[in-house]
């Protein structure tokens, strides 16, 4: 009989519960530069491919070739965050739409020759768009046929759009098997540069962007607006998913391939919790159609049982990344991190703290999609180790968040048992507080732990959703990272240490949880106790209280037969009809000798009260004894009728 196959400790089902029917690949032509595709559809833009009205761009953009327009959760998703921006306004000199936001780095490799295109600074969401609005590539493309023309500046843009409008994108990335036709005048398959027209010297062109990386923080309408306004029909298609998961905080890490197209799009979402110490929260500026903040922020202050400084808060953030291209030349990197929780100062990643890096005596050109750890001069320039370079860096800085969210809540759990937890039953004995004090404190202790627990409890499953994302990645998706050179292949190995660190904070994070459970039982153990005994206070007061009250009726009662009773039946006596009491004078001395006479019997009546049990006992007992003798006498009377 096979044995059943059981889930690891924690609850958590293992990865291999559902059963991929193929792994998928990396494709070996990604490896090759190539040159049988046209890229200057590149330079049009989906919603003009699409012919997407200003009121429809968003749900437009975000609608897949297969989806029903009745349903399109992650167009509602993005709709509720571009609430009150639109594309017309973004395209406009003259409107706020936010600060500095975003990097751009685009670079071109043609020929074995590295060529940049001239940085630009920090772009707010307005300046980022007219700068991805420039044509990537300066050529451009007829339509149906294989063959590269030059051109130069905005002509060029407008003749690759204006030749591609019905061009679909099957049409231009089809074929990545086929090998390209052979030209005389190019018989290595370079592409063509644009020459001079041998009219007045020009700006020299600048170069294609064949590697663009785009960095954004704290991702807002006016950003999203930016990217889907300039987003070819290539790169929509990874924007889209990548653009929901991170409004969404999704996880997910993997390689998908779009159906029926030589694409790869590498990407992670990692969301996660951050723990700050301030004096006021830093809560997120983005709101939804109904004011909603797009990230939570929760004070948490309760946790910290000695300190009385600043305040302690838990927010959520997210990083996502995306990498998606046609080859290792041609590709394009989307990074977008949350920052707004840290204050104004070194501590918070911003666009302007890494220009000014940049522009300071031995700065460094620092990539913010690494976190400025490797210098943008010197970063790989093949899709798959680049992505595993920003993959590395930024789930080591995850994992730094993480410990010091497992740390925070440890320590305040201890100081919880030293505080509070042993007190509970030893505080009535060793202490001269009153029992309203003992009580209270019990009440607030088991507060505290059911708010511990449920704190707990929602963060071990958000950081095993990030562990579960990862050995979904193990199990589906590691096979497309094979054949990395050696420095991909250590950056490989260095994820998989800090996944493997990860999952213990993961399983501290469930001790912590389990810890939580046996603190709160016992917690309620003692509150139920200390309702018990007050309850019985209660009752021992009320039966108190009652017998109170009977001694003070009975004390009326005496005071009513002894006093006032005698004194109102003579009265009454005499003050009836002579020819009725006749033999009683109505006079002075009847009345007392009445009063007096009432007054006795009124006396005798209390002390037969007193002594009623003892009376009836008597009695029972002497009408038993006769019982007794009358049913002997019947028995003795009835043996000697039976003997005659």
Same mark, same amino acid.
């Given at each position: 009989?096979a044995?059943?196959? %059981?889930?690891?400790? +924690? ?22 530069? %190539?040159?049988n ?5 590149e ?12 009121d ?26 571009c ?6 306004a ?7 739409? +936010? ?15 590295? #060529? ?7 772009l707010?969401?307005?300046?980022l768009?007219?700068?991805l609005?420039?044509?990537r ?8 046929t ?6 130069? +500046? ?12 019905n ?16 030209d005389?005048?190019?018989p290595?398959?370079?592409?063509? %540069? ?15 962007? @064949? #590697?663009?990386?785009? =960095? ?35 996880n ?7 159906? +029926? ?6 990407? /992670?979402?990692i ?22 903040r !797009? ?6 202050? =309760? ?10 808060? !838990? ?20 990074? =977008? *991190?949350d ?9 918070k ?10 522009? $300071? ?25 680049y992505?595993?370079?920003? /993959? ?21 759990i201890?100081?919880?048992e ?22 209270? $404190? ?30 979904n ?25 800090? =996944? ?5 904070? %993961?399983?501290?994070?469930e001790y912590?949880? @389990? ?13 139920w ?22 001694q ?14 005698p ?8 003050? $009836? ?6 033999f009683?004078?109505?006079? /002075? ?6 009063v /007096?006479?009432?007054g006795?019997?009124?006396i ?14 008597? *009695? ?25």
């Amino acid at each position: 009989m096979a044995q059943q196959k %059981r889930n690891p400790p +924690g609850g958590r089902p293992g990865p291999s519960r559902f059963l991929s029917l193929s792994h998928p690949e990396w494709n070996p032509i990604f490896a090759t530069r %190539r040159t049988n595709l046209q890229y200057g559809v590149e330079n049009g833009t989906c919603i003009e491919n699409r012919g997407l009205l200003e009121d429809d761009v968003v749900r437009g953009f975000m609608k897949d070739g297969d989806e029903s327009d009745a349903c399109l959760p992650r167009a509602d998703k993005i709709e509720q965050y571009c609430f009150g921006a639109s594309l017309e306004a973004l395209q406009a000199e003259k409107g706020d739409v +936010g600060g500095p936001i975003a990097w751009l780095d685009e670079r071109s490799c043609a020929g074995g020759k590295e #060529q940049v295109r001239r940085y630009r600074g920090p772009l707010t969401a307005r300046q980022l768009y007219e700068q991805l609005k420039r044509p990537r590539f300066s050529v451009a493309v007829a339509a149906g046929t294989n063959k590269v023309s030059g051109g130069s +500046g905005s002509e060029s843009a407008s003749a690759a759009t204006a030749g591609n409008d019905n061009l679909s994108l099957e049409l231009v990335l089809s074929d990545v098997d086929s090998e390209p036709k052979p030209d005389s005048e190019n018989p290595h398959g370079e592409e063509k %540069r644009p020459k001079d027209l041998d009219l007045e010297p020009g700006p020299e062109p600048e170069p294609d962007a @064949e #590697q663009r990386k785009i =960095f954004i923080t704290n991702l807002d309408r006016w950003g999203i607006l930016a990217l889907i306004g300039t987003a070819s029909e290539s790169q929509a298609l990874g924007l889209r998913d990548t653009l929901y998961k991170h409004l969404a905080w999704e996880n997910f890490i993997g390689v998908t391939f779009p159906p +029926g197209l030589p694409m790869f799009q590498l990407a /992670f979402h990692i969301p996660f919790y951050v723990w700050r110490v301030s004096e006021r929260a830093w809560e997120d500026h983005r709101l939804d159609s109904n004011a909603n903040r !797009l990230r939570q922020c929760r004070d948490v202050s =309760f946790l910290d049982w000695k300190s009385s400084g600043p305040s302690n808060f !838990l927010y959520e953030a997210q990083m996502s990344c995306l990498v998606a291209g046609e080859d290792d030349s041609r590709w394009v990197a989307y990074g =977008f *991190f949350d920052t707004y929780f840290d204050a104004a100062g070194e501590a918070k990643e911003t666009v302007e703290a890494y220009h000014d890096d940049a522009i $300071m005596e031995d700065g460094m050109n620092a990539d913010p999609l690494t976190y400025g750890v490797i210098d943008a001069e010197k970063t790989v320039r093949t899709p798959r180790e680049y992505f595993l370079s920003c /993959f590395r860096i930024r789930i080591t800085q995850v994992k730094h968040e993480w410990v010091q969210v497992v740390a925070k809540i440890r320590q305040n759990i201890r100081d919880y048992e030293q505080t509070c937890q042993y007190p509970l039953c030893t505080s009535r004995e060793r202490s001269s507080s009153t029992a309203a004090e003992h009580n209270e $404190m019990v009440k607030s202790s088991r507060d505290w732990i059911v708010q511990v627990k449920r704190l707990t409890t929602q963060l071990f499953q958000c950081l095993s959703k990030t562990v579960g994302a990862w050995e979904n990645f193990c199990l589906n998706h590691a096979t497309c990272f094979k054949n990395l050179s050696s420095y991909g292949e250590r950056a490989l190995r260095d994820i998989e240490i800090t =996944f493997t660190e990860l999952d213990s904070l %993961r399983n501290e994070l469930e001790y912590l949880a @389990e810890s939580c459970s046996e603190f709160a039982q016992e917690a309620s153990f003692h509150y139920w106790l200390i309702l018990e005994l007050r309850l019985i206070l209660e009752s021992t007061e009320v039966g108190n209280m009652q017998h109170k009250i009977a001694q003070d009726n009975k004390g009326l009662a005496l005071i009513m037969m002894i006093y006032i009773s005698p004194i109102a039946l003579s009265a009454a006596i005499l003050s $009836m009809n002579k020819d009725v009491i006749s033999f009683i004078p109505a006079n /002075f001395g009847s009345f007392i000798g009445l009063v /007096f006479v009432f007054g006795i019997l009124g006396i005798l009546i209390l002390i037969m009260r007193q002594y009623e049990n003892w009376y009836w006992q008597v *009695f029972m007992a002497l009408n038993g004894q006769r019982g007794w003798q009358g049913i002997g006498l019947r028995r003795k009377m009835k043996e000697d009728m039976e003997q005659s």
